[in-house]
Structures are given as C-alpha cells and as structure tokens.
C-alpha cells in the first residue's frame, strides 16, 4: 500500500512539474510574438531608411564582399529549469558594403551548469547592418540545429534552432572590432514542447579581407 503511494505521489509530481513547464510556455507566446513583430518591424524600417544618413561608400567599392571571424563570451537563460549559464560561440561574417551579409556561428553553453545539462547550437542566416561612424548596428536571423543533454546524462536530443538577434560591432582600429550581440532562440521541437532560450554576448571580431 506504501509503495503504491508513494508512486502515486510520484506520477502526481510529475504531472505538476509538467504542468508548470506548459504554462510558462503559455505565458512566453504572447512576448515571443511580440518580439518577432519588433525584429520585423525593425528591419522593414532599416530597408527604408533614408541612405544619404548613412557613411557614403565609394562607387568602386560597393558590392565588395568582407570576410571577418571572432569569439564570444556569453551569459545564457533556458526555459528549461529557468536555468542560467555561461557560454562560449565562434562566429563568421560575409557581408558586403551594400549592407546585406551572412553569418555562422556555433556556441557551447556547458559553463556553469547543474545536473549535467549543457547545449551546443550551430546556425547560419542573414544579417542587415549600417554604418554610424565607427559604429556598425545589425539584425540577424538564422536557423539551425541544437544538441541538448538532459539531466544526468538521462538523455540526449537534437532539435531545430531558429533565431533573432541583433547588436552592434565598434570598429577599434582597421581589422579589430568589438562586438555587443543579443540573441532570442525558439526551439519549436524540443521534448516538452516549443522552448526559448536567450544570451547576450560580447566578444572580438577581426577582419580577415
């Protein structure tokens, strides 16, 4: 009779648990659809905006497309657990000076983390940016895959990643530039249902051409 019980108060733990997790994903939507519309917003106003505000570009050089790499250190929020962690991302940037461009980026969220949980992500899109002096602000979007380890190496999962962000890059001398970056992720198939995370990054970009 205990031990029915006591998996009675088991399987009723862990329905609560589950029921916690569906309804702070409830309350997340209505800000993730929020956040989407801004980013959205945003890069339509960016589109439009008035080009004569912006650095002039020599004509022979527009077009020409910039390699750069960098590194970045990160502070990182799961829906999952609430739980907060550090990371660490290498990215890559092709862009050209007519403001359109691509980047990649892979990160490792494995510090300072409990029971064992860690994730690694891997994601490419485009990305926007515009010139104010030494400053360059940008938005991004990109998609890709995640690897997610569960508590105490219980199980492990690969899901699709898709992201928004932005942030902006201060051009220091001619190939060292620093960068302030913020990203929201949606991991619409994870196990539990659609998951978020969020990080904010600094980190060093350095032109390569």
Known sequence: M?????????????????????????????FELRLSIFLALL?????????????????????????????????????????KMLGVGVFVDAETTSHFGIEAEGRWVELHQTANVHAE???IGGRYHFVRGRFQPYVKGLIGFANFNFPYNYAQGRYTVVTVGGGVDFHWKHRIIFRGDLEYQDWPQFTYGSMTSLNASVGLKVRIF
């Open 2 to 30: 205990d031990c029915g019980q006591s998996m009675g108060r088991d399987s009723e733990n862990a329905m609560i648990r589950l029921y916690d997790f569906q309804a702070q994903r409830r309350q997340k939507t209505g």
């Open 43 to 83: 890069l339509l106003l960016l589109s439009f905006r008035n080009p004569v505000s912006a650095q002039v570009v020599p004509a022979g050089y527009q077009g020409v497309t910039r390699l750069s790499a960098g590194v970045l250190g990160s502070g990182d929020t799961f829906q999952y657990g609430s739980r």
């Open 121 to 123: 992500t891997y994601s």
